[in-house]
């Protein structure tokens, strides 16, 4: 899973190692710092591989603040999209939810949106693109069938292919509407109607706030609103799949903000919504679509806010009696992330050191016996061997490195302020096993 380091391009070198500096998930980069994890992003793999075969899925990554589960999603989002998945991915927050009466449902919807990328447009924004492509590549093959490009045949038979694929899109919940404006698009596109165009991307970027505009704009009667986005979300998934890409995967980060709503009934009712989803996931009415959410274990477990508190999502995302710890269950619906164990850690911050070197082109002056106490001393101290992050323990040993690389005569002892016989409090006896770990 981990790539050799000897590899990263300078470009995501430096978003990577700014990213990880500051404590904030990489959007690029993320498998040349992977460590451990091997059996979760296995699990999520084998899930894309049944949305790609017509399949749905929902996974809950759970783990608390800096335990990893951003990262890996952004992780997993780099490999779908590798796989020729179009992904979306949003952060919720007071203003985005799963429903919500003042624009909060289409507040997400258009974040995703926004967020859409594919394989050739992996940095968002893709809508356009992906439309423009479907329609290029349907030209290409028909003007490959031996018709005359330009020719009223040819028009005729790249209408008639667009066509075929927007009328099987009617069928569909919404479906109608959605239709029009793909069709829409495609006058746009072969007139080279801009002001059209726009109207079609507004559209089904859910910019459109009246039904009225949208009539006078593209003659369609409905808007995407905060009652049907996730219609919209399917229709998209059944779309993306008819022109050629594996699915649809939906990364939702930050889920804690809808424990943290304060009105019950709101918050039933964006867990109601989240129970829509799901259900439809497990039984096949959201065919070709991923998601994967991402939350604390509050938000899953208190059963006076959380998911738990909502009798009919805790009978589903309740875990077996038999699940623990040292057996998991990684092929349910909830994924828990447990801490990185040392070793991994040990590796994770000498993979760090040597990006470091690379980006910095310096021989870095820590050796792996300094790295090794360094770590000691973060999972010293009480409570820090169930409760450290890879994120504190991270941002701290880059903090260290960029002061040693701006204060070139300075010891690395001198900086943590740590005795290098310091053996207090030792986390393993027998030291840091790397046998077994790609550094």
């Known amino acids: 899973m981990a790539q050799a380091v000897n590899k990263v391009p300078k470009r995501i070198l430096v978003s990577l190692l700014e990213s990880l500096s500051a404590g904030v998930v990489p959007r690029m980069?993320?498998?040349?710092?992977?460590?451990?994890?091997?059996?979760?992003?296995?699990?999520?793999?084998?899930?894309?591989?049944?949305?790609?075969?017509?399949?749905?899925?929902?996974?809950?990554?759970?783990?608390?603040?800096?335990?990893?589960?951003?990262?890996?999603?952004?992780?997993?989002?780099?490999?779908?999209?590798?796989?020729?998945?179009?992904?979306?991915?949003?952060?919720?927050?007071?203003?985005?939810?799963?429903?919500?009466?003042?624009?909060?449902?289409?507040?997400?919807?258009?974040?995703?949106?926004?967020?859409?990328?594919?394989?050739?447009?992996?940095?968002?924004?893709?809508?356009?693109?992906?439309?423009?492509?479907?329609?290029?590549?349907?030209?290409?093959?028909?003007?490959?069938?031996?018709?005359?490009?330009?020719?009223?045949?040819?028009?005729?038979?790249?209408?008639?292919?667009?066509?075929?694929?927007?009328?099987?899109?009617?069928?569909?919940?919404?479906?109608?509407?959605?239709?029009?404006?793909?069709?829409?698009?495609?006058?746009?596109?072969?007139?080279?109607?801009?002001?059209?165009?726009?109207?079609?991307?507004?559209?089904?970027?859910?910019?459109?706030?009246?039904?009225?505009?949208?009539?006078?704009?593209?003659?369609?009667?409905?808007?995407?609103?905060?009652?049907?986005?996730?219609?919209?979300?399917?229709?998209?998934?059944?779309?993306?799949?008819?022109?050629?890409?594996?699915?649809?995967?939906?990364?939702?980060?930050?889920?804690?903000?809808?424990?943290?709503?304060?009105?019950?009934?709101?918050?039933?009712?964006?867990?109601?919504?989240?129970?829509?989803?799901?259900?439809?996931?497990?039984?096949?009415n959201a065919k070709g679509l991923g998601i994967i959410l991402g939350g604390t274990p509050m938000f899953l477990e208190d059963k006076r806010r959380g998911l738990y508190s909502y009798e009919a999502l805790k009978s589903r995302l309740e875990e077996g009696r038999y699940a623990s710890a040292e057996f998991k269950n990684l092929m349910g619906p909830v994924i828990r992330l447990e801490r990185l164990d040392d070793n991994q850690l040990f590796a994770l911050v000498t993979r760090v050191k040597n990006l470091h070197g690379q980006n910095y082109n310096w021989d870095v002056p820590v050796t792996d016996e300094q790295a090794e106490i360094f770590l000691r001393d973060c999972l010293s101290k009480a409570g820090a061997g169930s409760m450290v992050t890879p994120r504190e323990i991270i941002r701290d040993f880059l903090g260290v490195l960029n002061i040693l690389y701006q204060n070139k005569d300075a010891k690395f002892e001198d900086v943590v302020k740590i005795s290098l016989n310091n053996t207090e409090n030792p986390v393993d006896e027998d030291g840091f096993d790397l046998s077994d770990i790609e550094l």
């Open 29 to 284: 980069g993320a498998p040349y710092v992977a460590i451990g994890r091997e059996c979760e992003v296995s699990a999520l793999l084998d899930a894309l591989e049944n949305v790609s075969q017509n399949g749905s899925f929902m996974k809950m990554i759970i783990g608390r603040y800096g335990s990893g589960k951003s990262f890996l999603m952004q992780l997993v989002r780099g490999y779908a999209v590798e796989k020729n998945f179009v992904c979306c991915d949003a952060d919720l927050s007071p203003e985005r939810r799963f429903f919500g009466a003042k624009g909060n449902g289409v507040a997400t919807y258009r974040e995703l949106i926004k967020n859409m990328c594919t394989k050739t447009s992996p940095d968002g924004s893709a809508l356009q693109n992906l439309i423009a492509k479907w329609i290029s590549n349907t030209q290409s093959d028909v003007a490959h069938s031996g018709i005359e490009v330009g020719s009223l045949q040819f028009d005729r038979a790249v209408e008639s292919k667009i066509y075929e694929v927007t009328r099987e899109a009617e069928n569909q919940v919404g479906g109608f509407d959605f239709a029009c404006v793909i069709n829409a698009f495609y006058r746009a596109y072969k007139n080279e109607d801009d002001s059209l165009r726009g109207s079609a991307l507004r559209w089904l970027r859910g910019e459109y706030t009246t039904r009225t505009e949208a009539r006078k704009d593209l003659g369609v009667s409905s808007i995407i609103t905060d009652e049907n986005w996730y219609d919209y979300i399917k229709l998209i998934a059944f779309f993306v799949k008819k022109i050629g890409y594996s699915g649809l995967v939906l990364f939702i980060d930050e889920c804690v903000n809808l424990y943290k709503i304060t009105n019950r009934i709101s918050r039933e009712a964006n867990y109601e919504k989240l129970l829509s989803m799901f259900n439809d996931t497990l039984q096949g």
